[in-house]
Each structure stands twice: as structure tokens, then as C-alpha cells.
């Protein structure tokens, strides 16, 4: 997986949202608010980590069963592709 490099993630007020720098900024409109625990993916990714890794990482922080978070995960990063911002 790779994800697009020229994506910063910021928080602002609370919020966590990925903003386009860049090549990045002429093809993604506005901003792309996540949560989170979307933003602490995004970081894991960004340093290489595997999934099962981020998932053990994820479950020791979060009240989740391994079930739901595998399938928010996968949720997460489809939102990710289908937005331009993962390629897999």
C-alpha cells in the first residue's frame, strides 16, 4: 500500500483532516475529514507498519472487538482509495 505522499494530516479544533499539498492539492477538492483513530492509521501507514501490526497497536488503545476494528480498518481504507488518497 502506498499512500499519497503529498497528504498532511492536521488538527485543528479537535478535528483530524488530511489536507492536499501539492499535485495532490489540483486533483482533490476541499478538505477530507477522520476521526481519530483515522488519523493514528494514517500515521501508522505513513511509517510502513503492516496491518495485523496496526490492528494489535489499535486493539490495545480501543474498547473494540478485533472483528469490528478489522472491518472499520478495511472500511477506512477503501474510503482512502476510492478517494485517490491509497493505492494499493
Avoid: C, H
Wanted: proline share 1%; hydrophobic share 40%.
Amino acid at each position: 500500500m502506498k499512500l499519497d505522499e503529498n497528504i498532511i494530516v492536521r488538527e485543528i479544533a479537535g478535528e483530524y483532516i488530511l489536507i492536499p499539498t501539492g499535485s495532490s492539492a489540483l486533483k482533490m477538492t476541499g478538505i477530507f475529514a477522520i476521526t481519530e483513530v483515522g488519523a493514528e492509521i494514517w500515521k501508522k501507514l505513513s511509517e510502513g507498519k503492516e496491518e495485523d501490526t496496526i490492528i494489535a497497536e489499535l486493539l490495545e488503545d480501543y474498547d473494540v472487538t478485533e472483528e469490528q476494528l478489522r472491518t472499520d480498518y478495511a472500511e477506512f481504507l477503501s474510503r482512502l482509495e476510492e478517494n485517490g488518497l491509497l493505492e494499493r
